[in-house]
């Protein structure tokens, strides 16, 4: 009987040696599947939950900070609707009581003004709760009025409440941040 026969009729050399190398490599399978489910899970916990719900607020509060910043005379109106849309709770209602005043305000002005932020930070958020405290600077740019007029810039900063309403961050309050405090 030749080598070749032998080794096909006995193959048990091969299999106490194939044996362990496939339940080491079935074992390795396993980590590693359990090692990128964990992996893939850690994305989704608490710390990444409250990230999003961070970078809503900001996102929400840099769009409607400029909205609320800026205004064209030629739609003064519908600017001052959109004011109304992003604002909830008593800035909602302080805004409602000044919009004959600002009608008056900008029936003499007659270049547009745009509001950008230029610094954010959310420094409070309670997703429980649907509440969140922003600071924030924001640039307001005015258009040069006439041939030989010049723009002008203005910079300030806010202390801004934000609430959820109806799954949508709104701003709940707009104040001046206290003498001394730190921020953007």
Do not use: C
Request: charged letters at 20%; zero cysteines; a positive charge.
């Amino acid at each position: 009987m030749t080598f070749a026969a032998t080794v096909l009729r006995k193959p048990t050399w091969m299999i106490r040696w194939i044996r362990p190398a496939g339940h080491a490599l079935t074992a390795a399978a396993v980590l590693l599947l359990l090692s990128l489910w964990s992996l893939f899970q850690s994305g989704r916990g608490a710390d990444h939950d409250l990230a999003t719900a961070r970078d809503d607020v900001s996102r929400t509060a840099v769009r409607d900070l400029a909205l609320i910043n800026s205004i064209d005379p030629k739609v003064a109106e519908l600017d001052m609707t959109h004011w109304l849309d992003v604002a909830t709770g008593p800035f909602a209602d302080a805004l409602k009581r000044d919009i004959p005043g600002a009608r008056a305000r900008f029936a003499g002005q007659k270049a547009p003004s745009h509001g950008r932020v230029t610094a954010l930070a959310v420094t409070a958020l309670d997703r429980s709760a649907g509440e969140a405290t922003v600071l924030a600077s924001v640039r307001i740019f005015t258009e040069p009025a006439g041939d030989a007029a010049q723009g002008t810039e203005q910079r300030k900063r806010y202390e801004v409440g934000m609430r959820r309403v109806g799954g949508v961050w709104k701003i709940s309050s707009l104040k001046a941040p206290a003498p001394g405090g730190s921020g953007p």
